[in-house]
C-alpha cells in the first residue's frame, strides 16, 4: 500500500461520483437523438438532483426507520462498489479487501435493501415492485457470478486487479469463453440496471414497471440519493464491462502521468459503451415480465457454456 | 488423576445441564425458579462448554472410561478437535438459545413447565454426550435419549391432532435412520465385536464394506440431517415444536448428524472413495435446490424456516462431499479449504437460524399468528425484534458482511480452482457445481426478502397486530447474543479459520496454515493474488460512508420531511389486502418452478358469487417414495397376517418347527 494507491482510490471514487450522472445523461442524449426527439442537456440528471436535494421529503404515514436508512444504505453499497471496480489502475487500497463474488455479494445487499424498502409502505406498487426485483436478482445474481468464473478461470484468480492485469497485460490470447461471457454480461447487465427490455427506466404508471414501482414513495432527498446511486451501478457495470472484455488501458501503476491517460482512456470507452446502450434501448422492445426468466435463463446458460467452453479447450 | 482436565469439565457441565433438568422436574410450579434462575443457569453452563471447547480445540485428545452402562460395557469417552468444534458451536448456541427460553416461558403453561425444563436440558446433555462418545454403545445411548427428548419436546402440545402427526413422522424417521448407524457400527467393529471408536479405527475392513458402511452412515446421519429423500420431517416437526426448541433442533441437532458423518467418514473408515464424494455433491446439490425452491412459496413462517434449513443442510453436505473428493486424491490444502467452509457454514447456520427461529417465537408470543397472510408492520410494534431479524436475514441470504457469506465465499473459492484433480470429468463439472450454488444462494436471498418483508413490512394485515408488544428483557438478550454472533462470525473470519486448522488437521491431514500472513485484516485462504476478501475493510467502509453521507445530505442542505398518506400513483384507496400476500410473493417460483412442484389448483367459475381460490403446493416426494413405501409395508404385513392365527396351539407349532429347523441346520 503506497501514497499513490490512496491517491488513485479517491481519484476512482471521485470519478465514479462525479461521471456516473453524466454518463445517465449521455445515455439518455443518444437515446433521444436516435429516437429523433431533442435531447435533454448532458448534465440534466445533475439538474434533476440538485432539485431533489433541496426539495422537502414527504414520507407515508406508516413509513419505518427502515425506509429511512435504506437510501443513505443503498447508496453507500454502490459508491462502494464503484470504488471496488478497477478503472483507473488496478492499484487500489481497495482491491484486496473484496474480490468479484463480495462485488455480486455488495449488488445483491443493496438489491435486498431497495426491495425491503419497496414493502415498507404497503402499498400494491411497492410490494409488486420488490418481488419482480428480487426475481430478476435470483436470475441474473448466478448469471452475473459465472461471468467472473469464467474471467477467474482463465487468470486463476478471483480478485478482479488480478484478472483485469492478466487479461490487459498477459501475453495476447484469444479466449472463446470470453465471448460468451460478454454476452451473458450484457445481458445481465441490460436486467440489472432496469433497462429494455427487461425494464423500462421512463416508463411510469405501468404495470410492466419494475425498478420505478419499487420506489414510488421515495422523495426529495431520498430520491435523490436513489437515482444517484443507480447512476452508479450503471456505471460501475459499465466500468466491470470494461475492465473484464476491454481491459486495455488500465494501467497497473498509480503514478499521476499514468491515471490521467487512463481517465482519457476510459472516458473515451464510456462513451462508446453509452451509446451501444442506447442503441440496444432503441433497437429492442420491452419483453413482458415472464419472458424476463427466459431471458436471463439464457444468459445464465451462456455463462455456463463460457465456463464449459474454457475448461474443455484447456482439456 | 491429579489435575481436572477439559475433558471432565465438559463432562461436569453436561451433568451440570441433567441437574438444573431434575430441579426443574422436582419443582414444577415454582414459575419464578424455574424460568429465572435454572434457563439463565442453563445458558451460563453453555458458555461454559464454549468455552471449555474453545480450549480443547487447541489441545491433544483426551479420553476417559465411565462406570456407567451394561457390566463389562463402560462408556467410552473422547475428546478431540473435532467433538470439541461441535461441543463449541452446541454450548454457544445454546447460551442465546436458553437465554430466550428464559423470558419466552409464560406462567400458563403450569405444570408443563417442569416437564420442559427437563426435557429441554436432557436434550441439550445429550447431545454434548453425542459429541463426546467414543464408543458405538454410548454413542447409541446418547442418539436415543437425543431423539426421544426432542420428540417429546416437539409434541409438546400434543392435543392437537397435526402435532402428533407431526411427532410420529419425526420418531419414525429418526428410528430408521438409527437402524442405519447401528448397522453401520455393526459393519465397522466386524466379527471382533469390539464397539470401541478406537478399535473401529484400528481394524482394516476391504473390498465392499467400507463402502456399505459409509452408505449405511449416510443413510442413518442423513435421516437425521434432512437430506434428501429424508427430509419430510423436517418442515412438519420444525413448525409444531416450541420455538426455543425449533431453534434448537434446527440450529445444533441438525449438526450432531453432520458430526456423526464427519466422525465415520473421516475418522473411523481409514480410506475414502472418490464416488461417496460425488454421491454426496449430488444428494446435497438435490437437497439444498430443492430446500430454498420449496423455502420460497412457503406461507407459514416456520416451514419456510424450517425449508431453508435443509437448504443449508444441502450446502453443508456440498462442501462436505467435496472435501471428500479432495481426501480421495490427496489434496490436503483444498480438501482443508473444502472442510472449513463446511464447518464454518456449520455454525453459521447455527447462529442465524436460531436467531429467525427465535424471533418467529416472539411474533407469535405476540400475534398468535404463524401464518404470513395474517401479519404484517411489526416492525413499528416489534423494533427489537424485527432489526435483530433483520441481522439473521441478512446471514442468511449469505450477504456481506455477515457470516453467511463468509461460509458461501469459502465455498464457492473450493469450488473454482479444482484443476489439480486426476479425473477429468470431475475437474470440468465441478466448477458447474459452483453455479448451482450461486443460484441456490440468490434464491435464499428471494425467501429471506419475502419473510421479512411479509412479517415486519408493510401494512398490517389484521386489526389486532397494532396491539402487538416487543419482546421482553431476556428475549432480546439472547436475540442479542446470536445476532452479535452473526456480525462477529463475518467480521473476523480469519480467527475462526485459525480455530478450525486443528480439526482440518485432525481430518485430512492438512491445514489452510497461516491464514492471516499478508496482515490480520486480509482473509486470503491461498494467496492473496488469487483470493482476498476482508470484512473489516468491507463492514468498515459502509460504517463510514452512511453516517457520512448523511452527515453531509444534513449538514449542507436540510433534514426536513413532513407525513402524508401514501402516494402509490395516486390510487386512492389502499387497504392491507392490496399488498402482496405471501403467495403472490412466491407466485415468480411457482411460475418458474412449475416442474418440480405438485400442485392442484382450484379457479373459481366467473358467474361464482362468491369466488374462492385455491392453490396447493404440496411435496413430491412424499407421494412419490413413502406412500408407495407405505403402501408396500401395508401389502407386505397384510401377506404375512395369515400366519397370525390368534391360537396359541398354533403359535407352538411355529416355535417347534423353527427349532426343528434350526437343530437339522446346525447339525449339517
Known amino acids: 500500500m503506497n501514497a499513490y494507491a490512496i491517491l488513485a482510490q479517491l481519484l476512482e471514487l471521485a470519478t465514479a461520483l462525479v461521471m456516473a450522472p453524466i454518463l445517465v445523461g449521455w445515455v439518455n442524449q443518444c437515446r433521444a437523438w436516435m429516437q429523433n426527439r431533442s435531447a435533454p442537456p448532458l448534465l440534466q440528471t445533475y439538474y434533476t438532483l440538485n432539485k431533489l436535494f433541496h426539495k422537502e421529503v414527504l414520507l407515508a404515514h406508516n413509513a419505518s426507520s427502515l425506509f429511512h436508512s435504506a437510501p443513505y444504505i443503498i447508496f453507500s453499497c454502490m459508491a462502494l462498489a464503484a470504488a471496488i471496480v478497477p478503472t483507473l489502475s488496478t492499484d487500489l487500497i481497495f482491491s484486496p479487501a473484496a474480490d468479484a463474488i463480495a462485488l455480486v455479494g455488495l449488488f445483491a ?72 461471457a460478454g454476452v451473458a454480461f450484457t445481458m445481465v447487465s441490460l436486467a440489472e440496471n432496469a433497462r429494455v427490455p427487461v425494464d423500462n427506466p421512463t416508463t411510469h404508471l405501468e404495470l410492466t414497471m419494475i425498478h420505478e414501482a419499487m420506489i414510488l414513495e421515495y422523495s426529495g432527498r431520498h430520491l435523490a440519493l436513489i437515482e444517484w446511486a443507480a447512476a452508479l451501478k450503471l456505471f460501475a457495470y459499465s466500468c466491470l464491462g470494461i475492465a473484464l472484455f476491454f481491459p486495455f488501458g488500465i494501467p497497473e501503476a498509480s503514478d499521476p502521468l499514468s491515471l490521467t491517460l487512463a481517465a482519457i482512456i476510459l472516458v473515451v470507452k464510456l462513451a462508446i459503451g453509452g451509446f451501444l446502450l442506447a442503441l440496444i434501448e432503441t433497437l429492442s422492445a420491452k419483453m413482458r415480465i415472464f419472458r424476463a426468466p427466459e431471458f436471463l435463463g439464457t444468459a445464465f446458460l451462456l455463462a455456463v457454456l463460457a465456463m464449459l467452453v474454457h475448461l474443455l479447450l484447456r482439456a | 488423576m491429579s489435575e481436572l482436565r477439559l475433558l471432565d ?99 400458563s403453561e403450569g405444570a408443563q413447565l417442569g416437564l420442559q425444563c427437563l426435557l429441554y436440558h436432557a436434550f441439550l446433555a445429550s447431545m454434548a454426550f453425542v459429541m463426546l462418545a467414543d464408543d458405538g454403545y454410548a454413542f447409541m445411548v446418547a442418539w436415543e435419549t437425543m431423539a426421544l427428548t426432542s420428540f417429546f419436546l416437539v409434541t409438546a402440545e400434543h392435543r392437537h391432532e397435526e402435532i402428533r402427526r407431526a411427532g410420529y413422522l419425526y420418531l419414525l424417521i429418526a428410528h430408521v435412520g438409527a437402524v442405519g448407524i447401528l448397522l453401520s457400527f455393526g459393519v465397522m467393529a466386524g466379527s471382533a465385536g469390539d464397539y470401541t471408536f478406537d478399535a473401529m479405527r484400528a481394524f482394516s475392513r476391504t473390498g465392499i464394506w467400507p463402502t456399505i458402511a459409509f452408505l449405511l452412515a449416510l443413510f442413518g446421519f442423513g435421516a437425521k440431517a434432512g437430506a434428501l429423500p429424508m427430509h419430510v420431517w423436517l418442515p ?39 464416488w461417496w464424494g460425488v454421491l454426496l455433491l449430488v444428494i446435497g446439490l438435490a437437497t439444498a435446490l430443492f430446500g430454498v425452491i420449496y423455502a420460497a412459496i412457503q406461507t407459514d413462517m416456520k416451514r419456510l424456516l424450517a425449508y431453508s434449513s435443509i437448504e443449508n443442510i444441502g450446502l453443508i453436505l456440498v462442501g462436505f462431499g467435496l472435501t471428500l473428493v479432495f481426501k480421495s486424491f490427496r489434496l490436503p490444502a483444498l480438501s482443508a479449504l473444502a472442510l472449513t467452509a463446511t464447518l464454518y457454514h456449520c455454525l453459521n447456520h447455527a447462529f442465524f437460524k436460531s436467531l429467525l427461529f427465535l424471533s418467529t417465537g416472539s411474533v407469535l408470543h405476540a400475534t398468535g399468528e404463524r401464518n404470513l397472510g395474517k401479519l404484517g408492520g411489526l416492525i413499528h410494534a416489534m423494533p427489537w425484534v424485527a432489526w435483530l431479524a433483520l441481522v439473521g436475514v441478512l446471514a442468511s441470504a449469505g450477504l456481506p458482511p455477515l457470516n453467511g457469506f463468509v461460509s458461501e465465499w469459502l465455498l464457492l473459492q473450493s469450488f473454482l480452482f479444482t ?17 448451482a450454488i450461486a443460484l441456490i ?76 500472513p499478508h496482515g490480520w485484516w486480509l482473509l486470503a485462504p491461498i494467496h492473496p493474488d488469487r483470493a482476498s476478501y476482508s470484512a473489516a475493510v468491507f463492514f468498515g467502509s459502509l460504517a463510514c460512508f452512511i453516517p457520512l453521507v448523511y452527515w453531509l445530505v444534513h449538514r449542507f442542505l436540510h433534514g426536513r420531511f413532513t407525513r402524508v398518506p401514501p402516494w402509490d400513483c395516486g390510487f386512492p384507496l389502499q387497504t392491507p ?92
Not at chain 1, 436478482?137 to 492478466?166: K, N
Not at chain 2, 465411565?66 to 452446541?90: K, M, T
Not at chain 2, 416450541?242 to 481409514?270: C, E, H, Q, W
Open chain 2, 236 to 274: 412438519e416437526a420444525h413448525p409444531a415444536a416450541p420455538s426455543p426448541v425449533s431453534a434448537m433442533m434446527s440450529g445444533v441437532m441438525l449438526k450432531t448428524a453432520i458430526y456423526g458423518l464427519l466422525r465415520v467418514s473421516f475418522d473411523l473408515l481409514n480410506a475414502q472413495l472418490w
Open chain 2, 419 to 435: 484443476s489439480g484433480l486426476p479425473h477429468g470429468y470431475l475437474n470440468m463439472l465441478l466448477p458447474v457445481v459452483a453455479a
Open chain 1, 109 to 180: 445487499l443493496a438489491r435486498v435493501f431497495i426491495a425491503l424498502a419497496g414493502m415498507d409502505v404497503g402499498t400494491a406498487f411497492g410490494t409488486l415492485g420488490a418481488r419482480r426485483e428480487m426475481l430478476i436478482g435470483f436470475l441474473a445474481e448466478p448469471a452475473l457470478l459465472m461471468v467472473f468464473f469464467t474471467a477467474s478461470l482463465i487468470s486463476q484468480s478471483t480478485s478482479l486487479s488480478t484478472i483485469v492485469e492478466t487479461l490487459a497485460h498477459k501475453e495476447i490470447a484469444i479466449y472463446p469463453s470470453l465471448a460468451f
Open chain 2, 577 to 668: 389486502r392490496m399488498q402482496d400476500t405471501a403467495e403472490g410473493f412466491g407466485q415468480p417460483i411457482r411460475r418458474i418452478f412449475t416442474s418440480f412442484l405438485r400442485r392442484t389448483r382450484e379457479h373459481p367459475s366467473p358467474f361464482d358469487t362468491a369466488p374462492r381460490y385455491r392453490s396447493i403446493v404440496e411435496d413430491p416426494i412424499w407421494y412419490a417414495v413413502y406412500l408407495p413405501v407405505a403402501r408396500l409395508v401395508e401389502r407386505a404385513t397384510r401377506l404375512i397376517a395369515f400366519l397370525q392365527q390368534g391360537r396359541i396351539a398354533i403359535y407352538l407349532m411355529y416355535s417347534f418347527v423353527t427349532l426343528l429347523v434350526l437343530l437339522v441346520l446346525t447339525r449339517g
Open chain 2, 441 to 516: 444462494a440468490a434464491l435464499a436471498g428471494f425467501a429471506m426478502v419475502k419473510f421479512f418483508g411479509v412479517i415486519f413490512l408493510g401494512q398490517p394485515r389484521e386489526e389486532k397486530l397494532g396491539q402487538a408488544h416487543d419482546a421482553g428483557r431476556l428475549e432480546r438478550i439472547g436475540l442479542l447474543w446470536l445476532a452479535s454472533g452473526c456480525f462477529l462470525l463475518g467480521l473476523v473470519p480469519h480467527m475462526i479459520i485459525a480455530l478450525l486448522d486443528p480439526v482440518a488437521q485432525l481430518l485430512v491431514g492438512g491445514g489452510l496454515g497461516e491464514v492471516t
Open chain 2, 9 to 107: 469439565g465438559i463432562l461436569i457441565a453436561a451433568l451440570g445441564w441433567l441437574l438444573i433438568g431434575a430441579v426443574g422436574v422436582v419443582f414444577p410450579r415454582r414459575f419464578t425458579l424455574i424460568s429465572k434462575i435454572l434457563f439463565p443457569l442453563g445458558a451460563a453452563i453453555g458458555i461454559v462448554v464454549a468455552l471449555l471447547a474453545l480450549s480443547a480445540m487447541m489441545a491433544a485428545p483426551e479420553t476417559r472410561q465411565l462406570p456407567l452402562g451394561l457390566p463389562d460395557l463402560p462408556f467410552h469417552l473422547r475428546v478431540d478437535a473435532l467433538s470439541a468444534f461441535f461441543l463449541f458451536l452446541l454450548g454457544a448456541t445454546s447460551a442465546g438459545i436458553s437465554i430466550y427460553a428464559a423470558g419466552y416461558m409464560r406462567r
